[in-house]
């Protein structure tokens, strides 16, 4: 009787290994999805222009179709345009913008951009309600489907099918060789068998540890937190629709650590004349589709300001204090100060928020992981300022070094060696003035 066990363990194994590629196969996807949010989401739209072009079919157009002059450009974007028309064209047609620069960014993980893009892009734009908006921040979400369950199926069933043909190719052993007359021992039970205690250990311990590191990671993070407020506040409405600067209710955010969450007074600023929604914005809708009043969300805000709109005056000790849901949250051990972003660093509101013009109901983007600060730290380019006339980043005077390596157009990296850069006015980031530094951001 032949011995099957060794080629059935064979196929065990190949499955378990085609399990682990599929796996990796859609780590792969996310790690694209991931890596466009924190990279490019705050410029770039798959299917609309925004600060830059939408990148839906970005590979069939100008010199794109050659991916190593895609590798080239989101390198240095300066120096590609120097030789190339078409981004000179892109470049004026964007209002002067030229692109970050990205050379961190490995040839890989462009690729898993752009495989994340085109992907989406096909798909078509996601809706958002009955208005089919499409997604807030250009980050795109796509209804992708997911095969990690069929494949784990499959690899289960297959499994079985191994333990059951090993077992029955045992029997089939013994009962050849009692037949025969030699000597035979009965075939082990699978559940004492070692070969395949140690098989479903491995197969255990690295779904598991899949699992857990996955849920370890995303402890805390509440990307996509969207609850619904006591009031229908719509950014749309406000800051898009009627172009309120952000500052005017979020003054925190110039000169403090935070924005802070404006007042009721604030509102009452506009809406001691304004009682009724015209409807300039359209219909509102909350995310789960349902219609919302206008009016009766102004009424509210009377309510808690104790606001009589027919006597035009305050109502003797009424009103009381909106109970807002604070969204995005940050562990007690980070620092971050939003005067250092938004009036040092010059950061512009939808880096971390998105586009917050466009958002009805607000969403928290991006994940604020210390990755994500990280990754913005190494590619935020420090406007010193002196180009044009304009008055650039004055907070920097103190960085002397600095303004001696502009004169002298050389740079010292990472490891201590004097590096000559073309333009070192545009090539000092965040990173090189201490933005990685343990002790900026953690207490």
């Known amino acids: 009787m032949i011995d099957h066990r060794a080629t059935v363990k064979r196929i065990l194994f190949s499955a378990l290994f085609f399990l682990l590629l599929s796996v990796g196969n859609k780590l792969s996807a996310q790690d694209g999805k991931a890596i466009f949010q924190n990279n490019c989401a705050s410029c770039h739209s798959v299917f609309k222009d925004l600060t830059g072009p939408a990148l839906g079919g970005v590979t069939s157009r100008g010199p794109w179709t050659d991916h190593k002059k895609l590798y080239e450009w989101v390198h240095n974007p300066s120096k590609f345009m120097a030789s190339d028309p078409y981004t000179a064209g892109l470049k004026q047609k964007f209002g002067g913008v030229v692109m970050t620069s990205f050379d961190a960014l490995s040839e890989k993980e462009i690729d898993a951009v752009i495989d994340y893009v085109e992907k989406t892009f096909k798909a078509g734009p996601p809706t958002s309600g009955p208005q089919g908006t499409p997604g807030a921040g250009g980050a795109q979400v796509i209804d992708e489907k997911d095969n990690s369950i069929l494949y784990g199926v499959l690899t289960l069933i297959l499994a079985v099918v191994a333990l059951i043909m090993l077992q029955v190719n045992s029997n089939l052993k013994k009962l050849s060789d009692d037949k025969d007359g030699l000597p035979s021992y009965e075939p ?41 407020q006591p009031i229908f506040y719509s950014h749309k409405v406000h800051a898009g629709v009627n172009q309120i600067n952000c500052l005017y209710c979020h003054g925190g955010a110039m000169e403090g650590k935070h924005a802070n969450i404006p007042s009721v007074n604030i509102c009452m600023n506009c809406h ?41 005056a305050y109502k003797e000790n009424a009103g009381h204090e909106i109970a807002w849901t604070k969204i995005h949250n940050l562990p007690d051990h980070v620092f971050f100060s939003h005067a250092q972003h938004v009036n040092a660093g010059k950061v512009q509101c939808q880096t971390c928020h998105g586009e917050i013009t466009k958002m009805d109901e607000v969403k928290q983007f991006a994940d604020l992981s210390m990755g994500w600060c990280i990754n913005c730290h190494r590619t935020t380019k420090v406007n010193f300022g002196g180009k044009s006339g304009e008055e650039g980043n004055k907070f920097y005077s103190i960085y002397e070094k600095f303004h001696d390596d502009l004169k002298t157009h050389k740079k010292v990296n990472e490891f201590g060696d004097t590096i000559t850069v073309a333009a070192v006015r545009d090539s000092i980031t965040v990173a090189d003035i201490g933005g990685l530094e343990c002790q900026k951001c953690h207490y």
């Open 272 to 312: 001691m004349t304004i009682s009724e929604y015209s409807g300039t914005a359209g219909k509102l809708f909350r995310e789960d589709g349902t219609e919302v009043n206008g009016t009766d969300e102004i009424k509210k805000i009377y309510a808690a300001a104790g606001w009589d709109p027919a006597k035009k």
């Open 188 to 228: 082990i039970p699978f559940y004492r068998n070692k070969s395949y205690i140690t098989i479903l250990v491995l197969v255990l311990f690295v779904i598991g540890g899949f699992y857990i590191v996955k849920g370890a990671i995303g402890l805390g993070r509440s990307q996509n937190y969207q609850p619904e």
